[in-house]
């Protein structure tokens, strides 16, 4: 059923009722208002790469062919992974097709204030998957913070370590399921809400019990937390006091349910059905209020085409009668793109701070990259999987800025909404403030397995992107030690070493969403905390990570 | 053990006290030490404990009863019985069952356990007598106030309060009832299909003895899933319990079953509508929903794979027959993953069928050609072994598990195997060390059996497995006490674990029947206890709210997972890690904003599915409400009997059961315009504040106090009351939008004295289901009383009490 085919002016009702009779304190920070407005508050949006996300895929050391090089080591163990014998071309000319490559200290690199921080990686050069199109020319323009060495998961069991990623909290147990999300805890300190988008309500979102900055970060309080998965849709149906009630069976069910749960909310409901109250007011009143707002705002079309068949956009080559063709493998993300874009419309109204995203399948033990034959002459083809590159595009395909590496390149997620947010009817300044947060549970082993993947590993790559990030590199980018790892028969399980824990810069991340509250939300950073400090790479390296 | 009882043993008792603790000498010298120890015990009780008197001796027959003792005897009641027993260490439970041929009335029986009146009912009632309350000798007394009744009392029993099995606190013969029983089936069965008679009989039962029956891995349990004799639909109680055949049974176009036989290729394992078969083998009565819940589990969380890798449906059906078919056979536990551990599926899901032990020419030696996924959660998600404090765990036994297995591939003949080829020519044939022990075997088949006990009996094992059981299935909110209780059960089992046992036994226990215990139902399990408390016989199951031959029957399931995003049956929303959790649920507005909506704005998808002119075969079909709803003696339905029915039916309890819940339930049923003559709009039930909006409206037209429903609703005039646009304003007054959307409390309503005379009105309403009179001879009548039960149904459906299970 589709709340957008009820009428307009039954929503308006309805909330007058709600607000009337129900009361309107439900979701905390919801305010009423008819016109748009801009991004006034800094929000932080994070996409949990579930599933532990082969970053060293994504960005590789350049090609070496000085044979005890790290760039030397890296491809020779990365034969089968990048599928070298099946595609039948080189290490070297993958590199030099696929990859766009940066030299730290480089023109480029210096012309864009890119950073390096502690100065780790003088000289280094590095390759960016090409088809990550927005991501690099995020970087060339200085808004990309690569954090190497990133560990937010201590243990390779995914479950467990998407727990400690989660909650920020490398020390959390199995056993500690009931404990806060970092998310949840920057929505609580900065006093707006933590709105979940992802296809489960995501635990880094889960709120801390009791008020910044003296909140119990082991217990859950959800009260500033909502799911949404489609926010043009989201609401409750309700019945209309202006047409006649006397036949009108779904209206007389709607009064019935809505009667029932105001009523029970006057006395004491056991536990376990608590949810479901704070849900009957929660969506009543976040859907009353979003669709009053987004009836006036159209799906800009990029976004649109994400998901779905846009004339115009990603015309089939091989098909002269195709007019177009969504642009995402998985549409599930384009739906996210599309959500956010919502809530930022509607922001003065629902007070995000804090929103969360997820794209899935990075667990890849098998066939790590695919290379389907149709994507010689289809290129864009959005209907072939492959394999984790499928992720890799979905998110960061697309193009930034005035020049880009490939004009040419379709607007894929972020790329598509970083296009579309500047030109809403309400001005640009919705961009610098806010600030992504890229990261998977774990790291992958170094060196491909016997199925053409990598098995689960430990320290890994995790991005921090905006424009108020000092973009560059974070810690050493290819270990030194590891170039003796990837030869060692000794090592069964050779991966990358973790040096950073997320407490370490996440914490800053937090503080430029929510000033001051770093502490609070990653308790381990505090100076009175006792026991071991989280990781860090080298003291006091991102303490610029923010500006 | 039963006699007259004989007042003489306590003096004796005391007697014997007083002369030893007043002779110590004579003590000392002549008792053996464990001796002296047995009287210590008795003078101890006598003298440290709280002791009372006893209570006068009731007049009438008396019984005296040991503990532990079940009389075997048929008592005739006619006069006053009173049973006796001393004094206790322990607290006890006294139980019996009592019958009548007749009626019995309030007043008629009464029952004083020393002296206190306590209630008592037809049927078992069990008397909670704990240490602090029993007195030296204690007295249950019934009382016979009315000569005439005739009454029988059996199984006269004084039981401990303390039980247990499998070293789980076991629910008594008194906490053991129909609430306990309806629990029970919500959580472990997806609310099953068990009769209310089945249900008092299990009620009735010991629970030991009743959850033989309730929980088995038959393919077949028609107590917990009967066919009613009245269905022609009945394949399901003799054959297709397995999912192969269930869906080979769907598909066929020989089979007897009412979807059009055009309409059947979507099912079976070549049919893209093969989970939705699945959810039809849940709903289907004639086999064993158990059964179905934990190969559900076991596919979709503890085992799972994913039709959405390369597992095709076929080797799907194989993995979930395979591990029920160890399951109804008995094997322990271990055995039973091990069945999983070597299945097509599970070498499918990972890709290790593709692991190979050869000879690396750039290494010079052998090497694994392997990923080591299922390596490491053969571990993990099998066992609950993360490697905690082994240094060894990721180095070692992760890549030796993953030699274990090798060359085990799954071949394609047209399509890959539904089982594996165990190889030895590329299989590490040599002893491997995997958790600290030595595997041995000629291939990975003979391997993986050598393993599974050693990963059963793991630490890490016992304290993790059974806490990953029962936190799934039936428990959000184990407390670290519970967790161990569980461990310790687990762990009594010895090495041959019975899942099937410790399900029962904790089924029965004290640590799910607390009231600490929460379950929230995922989408999955809402969607089938909606459908199995709606549908009544299999043509509902078989539609599944789908419409065929001209009309639709059931409830939907799988539509509403979907519309949830909660992933498809054997498409678990997280892989292997599982399908959507109870807590992803609970916490997904978008699962409740689905549910709600539905049932409100797309109402009618309950209300009228009651009947169909063609859809059985070309034949009409109507809704059996009338064979399962309570009549009373003058062979009618009664609102208030129909409406406590029903929530009783869907929440399990009568606990929460109070007039604000009556207030919604008694409008939608009888707040009709049940005219036999003028039977058009008699479906139209008003639900209860608008009801409450016309009856204040006829109050204030009619200048009277007294509104009586008959008038009010079937009177000439009885759309003037509550109407827009009949008060000087276009739309409803300002007084009949107060009282459309006024907030009826619990508290309102019991102080509204019209409130309360419209509840006392609606409550001996009848529901004319089996009406002969008025137009179509009552046919017209009797669709709206069927679609007016089940708009109230779909009021239950909507309220919180669906999302869970706990204490209400």
């Not at chain 2, 300002?734 to 009105?761: D, F, G, K, M, T």
Request: hydrophobic share 35%; charged share 20%.
């Amino acid at each position: 059923m589709s709340i957008s085919n009820m009428n307009r002016r039954r929503f308006l009702q309805s909330a007058m009722y709600s607000s009337l009779l129900y009361g309107a304190g439900g979701f905390p920070g919801l305010s009423s208002n008819a016109s748009a407005a801009a991004l006034s508050n800094r929000i932080l949006v994070n996409l949990n790469l579930s599933g532990g996300p082969d970053m060293r895929h994504l960005l590789v050391p350049a090609y070496d062919p000085a044979p005890d090089s790290f760039g030397a080591k890296y491809w020779n163990h990365r034969v089968r992974s990048h599928q070298l014998v099946e595609t039948g071309v080189s290490a070297q000319q993958r590199y030099e097709q696929d990859y766009y490559e940066f030299e730290i200290g480089g023109s480029t690199w210096n012309s864009a204030g890119l950073v390096d921080a502690a100065n780790l990686n003088s000289g280094i050069k590095f390759g960016i998957w090409k088809e990550a199109g927005w991501l690099i020319d995020m970087l060339r323009e200085g808004n990309v913070a690569l954090i190497c060495n990133a560990v937010g998961g201590t243990n390779r069991a995914h479950d467990l370590s998407s727990l400690m990623l989660s909650q920020g909290n490398v020390l959390s147990g199995l056993n500690n399921r009931d404990r806060s999300g970092w998310g949840g805890r920057v929505a609580r300190s900065a006093g707006g809400n933590s709105i979940s988008m992802s296809s489960s309500p995501s635990a880094f979102c889960f709120g801390p019990l009791g008020m910044a900055p003296n909140y119990n970060p082991n217990a859950i309080d959800n009260v500033d937390l909502i799911s949404v998965q489609n926010a043009r849709e989201i609401g409750l149906f309700d019945y209309d006091l202006e047409q006649s009630q006397q036949g009108d069976e779904d209206s007389k069910m709607a009064r019935a349910a809505k009667s029932y749960y105001a009523s029970l909310r006057q006395q004491n409901v056991a536990l376990a059905y608590q949810k479901f109250m704070d849900h009957e007011l929660k969506v009543r009143d976040f859907g009353e209020k979003i669709q009053g707002r987004l009836e006036s705002v159209p799906i800009p079309t990029l976004i649109e085409a994400l998901y779905s068949n846009v004339n115009g956009i990603n015309i089939d080559p091989n098909d002269a009668g195709n007019t177009g063709r969504r642009v995402l493998l998985r549409t599930s993300l384009g739906g996210q793109i599309r959500n956010l874009y919502d809530i930022i419309a509607a922001n003065d109204l629902l007070s995000p701070r804090v929103l969360s995203m997820g794209y899935g399948s990075w667990d890849s033990h098998g066939d790590q990259r695919q290379v389907p034959g149709v994507l010689a002459t289809d290129p864009n083809n959005p209907y072939e999987y492959r394999g984790i590159e499928t992720g890799l595009r979905d998110i960061f395909g697309g193009q930034y800025g005035a020049n880009p590496i490939d004009p040419t390149a379709l607007h894929c997620g972020f790329s598509a909404l970083w296009e579309s947010l500047p030109l809403r009817l309400d001005g640009g300044s919705d961009l610098s403030n806010i600030v992504v947060t890229v990261a998977g549970e774990f790291g992958r082993q170094i060196r491909d397995n016997g199925d053409s993947g990598t098995d689960h590993g430990k320290g890994n790559l995790m991005l921090v992107i905006g424009e108020g990030v000092t973009g560059g590199a974070y810690g050493e980018m290819f270990q030194e030690a590891e170039v003796d790892k990837y030869d060692d028969t000794s090592l069964n399980t050779p991966d990358i070493d973790p040096r950073s824990e997320i407490d370490s810069f996440f914490s800053k991340v937090a503080d430029w969403v929510a000033p001051g509250s770093g502490t609070a939300v990653f308790p381990r950073t505090q100076s009175s905390y006792s026991g071991i400090d989280p990781l860090i790479e080298q003291a006091n390296i991102f303490d610029n990570l923010m500006s | 053990m039963f006699k007259k009882n004989s007042a003489q043993k306590l003096a004796l008792s005391i007697l014997l006290s007083f002369v030893l603790l007043t002779v110590p000498a004579v003590r000392a010298q002549t008792l053996p030490p464990e001796k002296l120890a047995a009287v210590m015990s008795i003078i101890n009780m006598y003298l440290l404990a709280d002791r009372k008197p006893p209570i006068d001796q009731p007049s009438g027959f008396g019984v005296e009863l040991v503990l532990g003792d079940l009389s075997p005897d048929t008592f005739d009641i006619s006069e006053n019985l009173y049973a006796q027993f001393d004094l206790q260490d322990q607290d006890v439970e006294l139980c019996f069952f009592i019958s009548s041929a007749s009626t019995i009335d309030v007043g008629d029986l009464t029952l004083e356990v020393n002296g206190e009146t306590r209630s008592i009912a037809l049927g078992e009632n069990c008397y909670s007598i704990p240490r602090h309350q029993q007195r030296e000798v204690n007295y249950v007394n019934l009382v016979v106030s009315n000569a005439s009744v005739s009454l029988n009392l059996t199984t006269l029993e004084l039981l401990s309060s303390n039980q247990s099995q499998l070293a789980l606190p076991r629910l008594t013969r008194g906490g053991w009832d129909d609430r306990a029983v309806r629990k029970v089936i919500k959580i472990f069965a997806f609310g099953g299909h068990a009769t209310d008679a089945q249900i008092r009989e299990w009620a009735d039962m010991y629970p030991q003895d009743a959850i033989q029956e309730m929980l088995t891995f038959d393919e077949h349990n028609l107590k917990l899933s009967p066919i009613a004799a009245s269905d022609p639909y009945r394949d399901t109680e003799t054959g297709h319990g397995t999912l192969l055949a269930f869906q080979n049974y769907l598909s066929d176009e020989m089979s007897s079953y009412p979807v059009p036989v055009g309409n059947r290729s979507q099912y079976g394992v070549n049919g893209y509508n093969f989970d939705d078969g699945f959810g039809r083998m849940i709903t289907v009565r004639g086999l064993n929903p158990f059964r179905q819940k934990i190969g559900y589990w076991e596919t979709n969380y503890h085992l799972a794979t994913n039709l959405d890798t390369e597992v095709s449906r076929h080797q799907m059906a194989v993995y979930y027959d395979e591990i029920m078919a160890a399951h109804e056979a008995g094997l322990p536990y271990h055995e039973v993953m091990g069945v999983a551990a070597k299945s097509a599926a599970v070498a499918m899901q990972y890709g290790h069928r593709r692991n190979r032990w050869v000879f690396d020419n750039d290494l010079g030696e052998f090497a694994c050609d392997c990923n080591d996924d299922f390596a490491r959660e053969i571990h993990q998600l099998f066992y609950g072994i993360f490697g905690e404090d082994d240094p060894n765990h990721e180095d070692g036994t992760i890549r030796e598990t993953a030699k274990m297995l090798t060359d085990m591939p799954v071949y394609y003949n047209s399509g890959y195997d539904t089982f594996v080829t165990f190889e030895t020519d590329q299989h590490h044939v040599a002893d491997l060390t995997i958790l600290g022990q030595t595997v041995t075997g000629a291939n990975a088949s003979e391997k993986i059996d050598s393993l599974m006990p050693i990963s059963m009996n793991h630490p890490e094992s016992l304290k993790n497995l059974p806490i990953m059981i029962i936190s799934v299935l039936a428990d959000d909110n184990l407390s670290v006490t519970d967790q161990q209780v569980l461990r310790n059960s687990w762990a009594s089992m010895g090495s041959n674990k019975s899942l099937l046992d410790f399900i029962q036994a904790y089924a029965i226990s004290k640590v799910f029947h607390s009231s600490s215990q929460i379950k929230y139902l995922t989408s999955h399990e809402r969607a089938l206890y909606m459908a199995n408390k709606t549908n009544f016989e299999n043509i509902e199951a078989f539609f599944g709210g789908a419409s065929y031959n001209g009309g639709d029957a059931g409830r939907s399931v799988g539509g509403l997972i979907s519309d949830d995003n909660a992933g498809d049956f054997f498409r678990p929303l997280h892989n292997v890690f599982g399908a959507q959790s109870s807590f992803e649920a609970a916490d997904s507005a978008l699962a409740f904003e689905n549910n709600y909506n539905e049932l409100s704005d797309e109402e009618h998808h309950l209300r009228t599915r009651v009947s169909c002119g063609t859809c059985d075969l070309g034949q009409p079909w109507f809704k059996k409400w009338k064979d399962v709803l309570p009549k009373r003696e003058d062979g009618r339905f009664y609102v208030a009997d129909v409406a406590q029915w029903l929530w009783n039916h869907v929440v399990g309890t009568t606990s929460n059961y109070t007039d604000l819940e009556k207030a919604h339930l008694y409008s939608f049923l009888g707040a009709a315009r049940n005219n036999p003559d003028q039977s058009s709009d008699g479906s139209e039930a008003f639900d209860f504040n608008f009801l409450m909006c016309m009856a204040e409206d006829y109050q204030r037209q009619e200048s009277v106090t007294a509104v009586p429903l008959s008038t009010m609703l079937l009177g000439g005039n009885w759309d003037n009351y509550c109407r827009r646009g009949d008060d000087g304003v276009g739309g409803y007054s300002a007084l009949e939008q107060e009282s459309i959307n006024r907030v009826w409390s619990r508290q309102s309503i019991e102080s509204s004295s019209l409130a309360q005379s419209i509840l006392s009105q609606l409550a001996e309403t009848t529901i004319d289901l089996e009406a002969s009179n008025g137009s179509n001879s009552g046919a017209d009548v009797r669709e709206n009383a069927r679609q007016r039960v089940s708009t109230a149904l779909g009021f239950i459906f909507t309220t919180p009490y669906v999302f869970a299970e706990g204490a209400k």
